[in-house]
């Protein structure tokens, strides 16, 4: 029986799956099945780009993984994992597509020469107010809803939302985003039996788990994160104590602070003991 203990939105491990040359059938099918859904495959050939390198920690900041691809039509997809909500989120994808976009000019270049770039983002929370868990972001006008330019296109899928009662009846994305929702050991044999190229991502992820060298890395990238996860909590709480401090000094009511900063009464109780 198949089991798993691999955390398939680690980036070290999704850029080893679907960023890797070796493996770039499995992008292609990925990205068809983002782009086009179950339609005929439109991209047939990807080349990657390797922006990022092995995953560390510089100067105390995440170093981000993502996979940069070009298809054999020259089109652009930034394909990113995002698990922690951040402020700003819409204003950071926005920035990385621009920089994607604009990075294809050189010294002289028309702008005939730009070619359509798309991003996609895998979020393991909701952030989006649409109930469905895929949605699809273009330039278009607000009223007639005509899309300006095919240039731009972002693709959010949101897989807390992602819900599936059988799993030989998912259509090729569905496929994708429950493995990446980390389904149980026993529909992972379900999707290796349903799907020859679902059977291939489970091959790949069995053969990633025995190579000692990428489990040591999985390992560390996994530790890095719990750290930084750990940090962030740590200097929410901090500045939830500041807050707090300075709203007894105010002369605020227990009550009131713990509503306004999250902490509870007691927290606030022994921090206002420790006042000077």
């Known amino acids: 029986m198949y089991t798993t203990e691999i955390n398939r939105l680690n980036d070290f491990y999704f850029k080893y799956l679907l ?35 092995e995953p560390k920690q510089a100067d105390g900041k995440m170093v981000k993984l993502d996979i940069l691809a070009r298809t054999d039509a020259g089109m652009l997809i930034d394909i990113e994992v995002q698990i922690q909500r951040h402020p700003h989120l819409a204003e950071r994808f926005l920035y990385y597509w621009a920089e994607m976009y604009g990075g294809q000019l050189k010294r002289g270049d028309e702008y005939s020469a730009l070619k359509p770039a798309v991003s996609i983002v895998l979020m393991d929370f909701e952030y989006l107010p649409e109930e469905s868990w895929h949605n699809i972001y273009h330039i278009c006008n607000d009223v007639s809803k005509q899309v300006l330019t095919h240039h731009f296109a972002m693709h959010f899928i949101e897989l807390k939302k992602f819900t599936y009662s059988d799993i030989k009846s998912l259509h090729r994305l569905g496929k994708w985003t429950a493995y990446f929702s980390n389904c149980s050991a026993e529909e992972t044999e379900e999707l290796a039996m349903s799907d020859p190229i679902m059977k291939e991502v489970v091959n790949a992820e069995m053969a990633f788990t025995e190579d000692e060298i990428m489990r040591r890395q999985y390992t560390q990238r996994e530790k890095a994160l719990r750290d930084y996860r750990s940090d962030m909590a740590e200097a929410r709480r901090e500045e939830k104590s500041f807050i707090a401090v300075n709203m007894l000094r105010m002369g605020m009511d227990i009550s009131l602070i713990a509503k306004a900063t999250g902490l509870s009464e007691e927290a606030v109780e022994l921090l206002k003991k420790k006042l000077p």
């Open 19 to 53: 960023g890797n040359e070796k493996r770039k059938n499995l992008t292609i099918h990925f990205l068809n099945a983002v782009l086009y859904g179950d339609e005929t495959p439109h991209i047939t050939d990807v080349s990657f780009i390797d922006k990022d390198k």
